[in-house]
């Protein structure tokens, strides 16, 4: 493999598709310029200054995080769909150069869900402490434990991290056999275990269970480019000990997941019912059969008290 490297800005691809997406960002509140030291505009310059001293507020003169990501979303896609000249575009928008190319004859693969873990963007040797399995990317930090934690404590394992699924690791030996997922722990307020009927209250009870499943053992916010088409792939055709570790890994994830989805409705169904007979949050009782039998008798005692007058001709 050669490698060769440009020496000049205009020479690199990645510099010309830059530029001229920043084109587009000249109209954007907060534009800093090509080089914020040297091009800055004016305006740019006096507002930072004057949001440091506290002299004006930042809406209106510059995004917020969320509106800013917004913003570069639609940038992006006019860029996509802005015809462009040259010997690579001829002519072409990038959304159209992108589709009329792709090689339909001879699809690329494309890794699924049977060999997901094996592109983990982090992958490593780590050691099951007494703490679970703790490791830092950047400046945050990652704790991972629960009951399939508690029987490697003291041994070392490989570490699948998934990006898209923080919540959850997948672990195995370190020949990459004997799967199993693993729990993130979060952190949760200290004033948590007083609220044992709120959120918080629930959270802590579920961190501790967490903790409680790793001691059993010894005692014991990308931007994903998506096509503007339907792009075609090879099928994967993957070794049966790695399907199985995927499979796994899936199907724990699925678990956990459905087992989360099944949790908020109940929690959105109990706070709407209480919403409606204006009852207090700090009443509301997820899952609970006494509460949900209370709380439907007493809407379908309103419901019949709401229909008794049109019933006797409107009138009481």
């Not at 399939?148 to 690791?169: F, H, M, T, V």
Request: hydrophobic share 35%.
């Amino acid at each position: 493999m050669k490698f060769i490297h440009a020496k000049k800005a205009r020479s690199k691809p990645a510099e010309l598709v830059g530029g001229l997406l920043q084109n587009l960002m000249e109209r954007v509140p907060g534009y800093c310029g090509r080089d914020e030291r040297r091009d800055c505009p004016d305006d740019t310059r006096r507002n930072k200054l004057a949001v440091e001293a506290r002299r004006i507020e930042p809406h209106g003169v510059f995004l917020s995080f969320d509106a800013w990501q917004d913003e570069l979303d639609k940038l992006i896609e006019i860029y996509n769909q802005t015809m462009q000249q040259g010997t690579i575009l001829a002519g072409n928008s990038p959304d159209r150069a992108f589709e009329s190319r792709w090689p339909h004859d001879d699809p690329p693969a494309k890794f699924d869900a049977s060999c997901w873990h094996l592109l983990a963007h982090y992958v490593s040797e780590r050691t099951v402490g007494v703490d679970g399995i703790a490791f830092k990317i950047g400046g945050a930090s990652y704790i991972y434990r629960d009951e399939n934690s508690s029987a490697l404590r003291g041994q070392k394992i490989l570490a699948w991290l998934d990006p898209e699924c923080p919540e959850l690791l997948g672990v195995t030996d370190l020949n990459g056999r004997n799967p199993r997922l693993v729990q993130r722990s979060n952190d949760v307020d200290f004033l948590a275990a007083l609220d044992r009927d709120g959120d918080a209250g629930r959270n802590y009870q579920t961190e501790l269970a967490k903790a409680a499943g790793h001691n059993s053992y010894p005692r014991a916010r990308y931007n994903v480019i998506k096509a503007a088409f339907e792009p075609t792939f090879r099928k994967n055709l993957v070794a049966p000990s790695t399907a199985h570790v995927a499979e796994t890994f899936q199907a724990g994830r699925e678990q956990i997941q459905q087992t989360k989805r099944v949790r908020t409705n109940l929690v959105s169904t109990a706070a709407k019912r209480a919403r409606k007979l204006g009852l207090s949050a700090a009443l509301v009782r997820p899952g609970d059969p006494l509460f949900d039998e209370g709380t439907e008798m007493m809407l379908r005692a309103e419901r019949s008290q709401e229909d008794a007058p049109a019933k006797n001709g409107g009138s009481l």
